[in-house]
């Protein structure tokens, strides 16, 4: 297993169904062991690119590969892959057993051998006790452990699972999101993960897909999409984020001016060539974290603009402000976020203060 | 358990036990008269027998409609019960002309049985196929093949399409998909519309009549028993008939229950 090696490749890969297109140009590479996550809005064409690496599906056009071989056209059946469907489909007729063992007792392997490997199976998932009950008298956490079992026994190079844990309530879903994550530390398969929930995408993965209509925008590691998102569909749809509208102004070294609304803003571009090179006065956004954004202080200089507490809210561990800045403190709504205090917050609702955040916390995407 | 109110319960309840009344009665009278012998066209209630279930017993004519039958249920069924689930399969596959099948399905078993069984009978004229028990047969499986069709094609579309991906994903070929999930997952739907096709070949009447040949199946003889005049044996034979075919649905509809109920009570 070596993460730097690709498993998997996506070549300029289309789908349509009938006349109309669900993924568009789609170049992607699973690289070997690592928990990659498909991370979308509803109807962006995660589960249409599980299927057509599963074989599910037939591509419209474009190539799959595996370890330097083409294999768009293989069969389903042939594929090393195997995968946790989200409606678990399990064989309602067979034994917790007979639908882990299925996979291997098709492929004619002896009944001794079965056994065992579906015993050690069902041990990895912790449903030893299982074996002889039907899919029917199990919880849905359980039912999630047997399909997981069901494709793991395979030993295949890749699992696919499409929102494997939508179906579980919340308590239930984490301790599932930690187990899978557990498990796939320990058999080291690469896992092929469909959710559109971030969170879960945060916990699990080692990188994340962003998929919006038919086009990934951007893979990376969450860190990466967190503070370094590449587009505003990103930069808006992954975690909580100030986006201010502007005109770019000419790069000075790592960072990069831009006129906006609160006035002049700079940001960072620091190893972001496409930063660098987007033509001065081309429209853009600066975004900030909600975290990033402080009350200033005296001898702060930079990014400083003034604006009214709109709202306080408690949540916990933080206090989070809404701030109206902009033109007549009405323009632009912004969040702030501070640790919580247990003598109260600092900030009052209605307040006018003043604000700002450091040019390193500043990322600029492209409109 | 109902959101009506407690007078309108009362009035439903009412009127559906006056329909069941009225609807199912008469079919009581033969099973309590068959116990009585009757004379000179009178039932003489006086003192019940079992005499008219031994000379039935005895009857040979009777016994040999009755092999009759059952040889042709049985092989209506079997005939009934592959063709049926081939042609569900072929349906849910979205294969061509699907809609065109689905509606030649359907046809003998709504169209009135007399026009099935005529245009049966003109077509075994036509490619010269003497009237025998194979006609028969034959009748009957175009007649019951809806029945068998519907009950396979209601279970296969109430299967997850996700079974099969799951089986074909998990390295099966389409051959061991089907024996292995479709096949089983179907086989209760199968044995549910066997029974039903077997309920309605034991009494079908009219289309038989006209496709058989010299020998007669037990609701025929039935048929020729009473142009002959009312006997009591025709009693016994009508109550045995009913018993046999309520017998019959009730084992159908333990077969159709949905799975999901039938596995959830073990
Ligand atoms: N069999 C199909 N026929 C036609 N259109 C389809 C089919 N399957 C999916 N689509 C369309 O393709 C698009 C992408 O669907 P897909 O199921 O991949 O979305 P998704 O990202 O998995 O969404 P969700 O989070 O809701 O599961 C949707 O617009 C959907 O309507
Ligand atoms: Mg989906």
Redesign the interface.
């Known amino acids: 297993m070596n993460q730097n090696t690709d498993l998997l490749t996506l070549r300029s890969v289309s789908k349509s169904y009938g006349t109309v297109p669900v993924l568009h140009d789609i170049d992607l590479s699973i690289r070997d062991g690592e928990f990659l996550t498909v991370l979308g809005p509803s109807g962006s064409g995660k589960t249409t690119v599980l299927r057509l690496i599963g074989g599910l599906e037939p591509l419209t056009a474009g190539e799959i590969w595996l370890d330097g071989q083409e294999i768009s056209r293989m069969p389903i059946n042939k594929r090393p892959f195997n995968t946790v469907f989200q409606d678990y489909a399990l064989f309602p007729h067979m034994t917790v057993s007979g639908n882990v063992g299925y996979g291997l007792s098709v492929r004619h392997i002896k009944r001794k051998e079965i056994a065992s490997r579906v015993s050690q199976a069902l041990e990895l998932v912790q449903l030893g006790r299982f074996a002889d009950r039907f899919p029917a008298q199990l919880s849905g956490g359980q039912r999630q452990r047997v399909a997981l079992a069901r494709a793991l026994i395979c030993q295949p190079r890749l699992i696919l699972l499409d929102e494997p844990l939508a179906a579980l309530d919340l308590e239930l879903r984490r301790q599932m999101q930690e187990f899978l994550k557990s498990i796939q530390r320990e058999i080291k398969t690469t896992f092929l993960f469909v959710t559109h929930d971030q969170e879960e995408a945060i916990g699990m993965a080692d990188r994340i897909c962003v998929m919006q209509a038919g086009h990934i925008r951007q893979l990376g590691t969450p860190h990466e999409l967190y503070y370094k998102p590449n587009c505003e569909f990103v930069a808006r749809f992954f975690g909580e984020n100030n986006l201010v509208a502007g005109k770019l102004g000419p790069v000075q070294g790592e960072q990069r001016p831009i006129e906006t609304a609160l006035g002049r803003l700079v940001c960072s571009v620091s190893g972001q060539p496409h930063l660098k090179a987007a033509a001065d006065g081309a429209s853009a956004f600066a975004a900030f974290r909600p975290e990033a954004l402080r009350l200033a202080d005296a001898n702060d200089g930079d990014n400083r603009f003034s604006g009214v507490i709109a709202d306080l809210a408690f949540a916990g561990s933080s206090t989070v402000a809404t701030i109206m800045a902009g033109a007549d403190n009405a323009a632009q709504r912004l969040r702030l976020r501070m640790p919580s205090r247990i003598d109260g917050s600092i900030l009052k609702s209605g307040e006018t203060v003043s604000l700002c955040f450091a040019p390193h916390e500043g990322h600029l995407v492209l409109a | 358990m109902s959101a009506l109110p407690r007078p309108s319960t009362i009035f439903l309840a009412a009127i559906t036990s006056l329909v069941a009344v009225l609807l199912y009665s008469p079919l009581f009278v033969p099973i309590v008269s068959s116990f009585f012998i009757i004379s000179h066209g009178n039932v003489d209630w006086s003192s019940p027998t079992l005499s008219t279930y031994v000379a039935l017993a005895g009857n040979h004519d009777i016994l040999a409609a009755l092999r009759t039958t059952l040889i042709v249920g049985v092989c209506t069924v079997i005939l009934s019960v592959v063709s049926g689930t081939l042609l569900a399969l072929y349906y849910h596959g979205r294969r061509s002309g699907r809609s065109v099948l689905q509606f030649i399905i359907f046809l003998p078993f709504l169209m009135p049985p007399i026009i099935s069984g005529l245009a049966l009978l003109i077509f075994f004229r036509e490619i010269g196929l003497e009237r025998s028990l194979l006609t028969v047969v034959i009748g009957h499986t175009v007649f019951v093949l809806a029945i068998v069709y519907r009950t396979v094609l209601m279970r296969l579309q109430s299967m ?1 399409r ?2 099969v ?9 389409g051959w ?1 998909t089907f024996w ?2 479709i096949l ?2 179907l086989s209760s739907a199968m044995v549910g519309g066997a029974i039903l096709a077997f309920a309605l070949s034991f009494d079908e009447t009219m289309i038989t009549i006209l496709v058989t040949g010299t020998q007669s199946t037990l609701p025929v003889r039935l048929w020729a028993m009473m142009r002959l005049g009312f006997s009591p044996d025709i009693n016994a034979l009508v109550a045995l008939i009913l018993m046999f075919t309520v017998l019959l649905c009730v084992l159908a509809a333990r077969f159709l229950i949905p ?2 109920m039938a ?2 009570r073990n």
């Open positions: 997850s996700t079974l991906e799951a089986s074909y994903d998990l390295g099966a070929t061991q292995r999930v089983p997952n799975r999901q596995t959830e």
